[in-house]
């Protein structure tokens, strides 16, 4: 488990229930960026892994650099080398604390994913997601001692035999289990099988590929040097819970927002300042901040005003950028809410919370509106509905370079799973949202409502997730 923005967290559970859990956690790291290391915080926790002499256990994941940025730090806007980097975290299972100091971090990776120890724990390998690589570490200096490279799309899963002497990989998105020898480790040592996951393959061709480009970081087209994919901040599609500092993109503080059920650019304006209009416009991500070198061709992009967001269409100019697109778009599912009852009716309270969501007298209805509790939308080409429901701060920033005048309504399904909210993560809590964050009911005429029906309310925003009961 994650507790965002301050530290990553384990709960350690006794099977015999007989004493409470245990919270070990994986701290902030506060120092300045470098070209070998960055700051910020665990995030996209994998396995905790334990070494066979017990006394050690390391946790593979990423280390997210949510503490600089030009708003946050100035002189410190997150590049493709400094916003994200594969870490792993070592823990002393005695003291049941995080081995200060010990952190490693990798070189041209983005999100360690799977980590497993030798059979005589002397070294520990670790899988890199984007990356595609598994990392030998020596635990006795700590070094990296040579790494496999390419060992096929998304790895997530790390097995060793039980005499140590093989090595399993789980490439997800290869849908193989690649096989390696650990008596010859080096760069360029194919593997001794690849095996395929026998299933018959759920995804269309463009969807698999599209779903291959959003987790990967290794290819050039999509970033330099390793570090970033679409799935270091979305895995699976939904959001890290992080607040990004993106004002050296000409936008601000930004929370991550989640793909589930939007179905690409299915409710409008895409972003919170709506600077987006289509999946395809990620091309500039992937050539800017991301460092890739684009997955359209040069001439298309040097055609007429398709290098600029809101200008040309992208669509059909790249089967690839299509293809990522697509992958997005099919994400159209929203994961059921555990606020509701077990057979998905929604609880008493939040009964009561739906008629005052839906009374004149609060208002949300006037932009939450429709199926999808939105009006997002274009007034004319390229001109979004924007409102200012008096939450815009000084680290709010701007929108595509200029003034940021109001905000794209989001929809309000996946709530459960989506804190904290608002564009730039200032409120934590919904209660947030409609009490201590709500100046002067610009954003809904909440001030006159009693505890109980803010609580009302609340319950019911929770219960969203795809439908409208
Ligand atoms: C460093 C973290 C990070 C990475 C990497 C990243 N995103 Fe995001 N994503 C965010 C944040 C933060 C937001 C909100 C930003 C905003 O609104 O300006 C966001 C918002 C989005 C949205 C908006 C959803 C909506 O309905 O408005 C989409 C779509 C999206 N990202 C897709 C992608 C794709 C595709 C990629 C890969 C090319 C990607 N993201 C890579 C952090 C990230
Ligand atoms: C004038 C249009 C408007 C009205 C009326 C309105 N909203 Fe909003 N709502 C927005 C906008 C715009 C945002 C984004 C604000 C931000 O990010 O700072 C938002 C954000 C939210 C969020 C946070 C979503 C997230 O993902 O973080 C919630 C929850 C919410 N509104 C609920 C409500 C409720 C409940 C009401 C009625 C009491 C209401 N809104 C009334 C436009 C509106």
């Given at each position: 488990m994650a507790i965002r923005g301050e530290r990553g967290a384990l709960a350690i559970v006794d099977p015999s229930g007989q004493t409470p859990a245990a919270l070990w956690t994986a701290a902030f790291d506060p120092q300045a960026s470098s070209d070998t290391e960055i700051g910020g915080v665990p995030s996209y926790l994998g396995s905790l892994v334990v070494a066979p002499n017990g006394r050690e256990a390391a946790l593979p994941s990423l280390q997210a650099n949510i503490g600089e940025g030009a708003f946050l730090k100035p002189g410190s806007a997150l590049e493709f080398d400094t916003t994200v980097r594969a870490v792993v975290s070592y823990f002393d299972v005695v003291a049941g604390a995080e081995v200060a100091e010990g952190r490693k971090q990798f070189d041209g990776r983005g999100l360690a994913s799977a980590a497993v120890y030798s059979?005589?724990?002397d070294y520990l390998f670790v899988a890199t997601r984007g990356a595609r690589s598994v990392e030998r570490i020596d635990r006795f200096t700590g070094a990296e001692s040579s790494s496999l490279i390419d060992v096929g799309f998304a790895p997530q899963g790390l097995a060793l035999s039980a005499?140590?002497?093989f090595l399993a990989v789980d490439a997800y998105l290869a849908r193989e289990l690649v096989v390696y020898d650990?008596?010859?480790f080096a760069e360029n040592t194919p593997p001794l099988a690849r095996l395929p996951i026998p299933s018959v393959e759920p995804l269309a061709p463009q969807l698999l590929q599209g779903k291959r480009l959003?987790?990967?970081?290794?290819?050039?087209?999509?970033?330099?040097?390793?570090?970033l994919a679409c799935a270091h901040c979305h895995l699976d599609g939904d959001s890290d819970r992080q607040v990004w500092d993106f004002t050296d993109r000409g936008e601000g503080l930004r929370d991550t927002i989640s793909l589930l059920g939007r179905a690409g650019a299915g409710d409008g304006?895409?972003?919170?300042?709506?600077?987006?209009?289509?999946i395809q416009d990620f091309e500039h991500d992937i050539r800017g901040p991301f460092g890739g070198s684009g997955l359209m061709s040069e001439a298309e992009w040097q055609k007429g005003s398709v290098a600029s967001t809101l200008g040309d269409p992208k669509a059909g100019l790249s089967a690839d950028l299509d293809a990522l697109a697509a992958y997005v778009g099919s994400l159209t599912e929203e994961r059921r809410s555990p606020h509701r009852e077990a057979d998905g009716v929604l609880p008493a309270?939040?009964?009561l919370g739906r008629a005052l969501f839906e009374s004149p007298a609060l208002g949300c209805k006037n932009c939450h509106s429709g199926p999808r509790l939105t009006d997002s939308g274009w007034i004319d080409p390229g001109v979004p509905l924007l409102h200012d429901v008096g939450t815009l701060g000084p680290g709010s920033g701007q929108r595509l370079g200029g003034a940021?005048?109001?905000l794209d309504t989001p929809t309000l399904h996946g709530l459960w799973h989506s804190a904290p909210y608002l564009h730039d993560g200032s409120a934590a809590t919904l209660h947030e949202v409609l009490t201590t964050r709500n100046f002067g009911d610009l954003h809904g005429?909440?001030?006159?409502?009693?505890?109980?029906e803010v609580e009302a309310l609340v319950s019911y925003l929770l219960c969203l997730d795809g439908q409208i009961d």
């Open positions: 059979y005589f724990g005499d140590g002497r650990l008596g010859e959003f987790n990967d970081s290794l290819d050039p087209r999509l970033s330099q040097d390793g570090y304006g895409i972003h919170w300042s709506a600077n987006f209009d289509e309270a939040a009964e940021l005048t109001g005429v909440t001030s006159g409502l009693s505890a109980a």
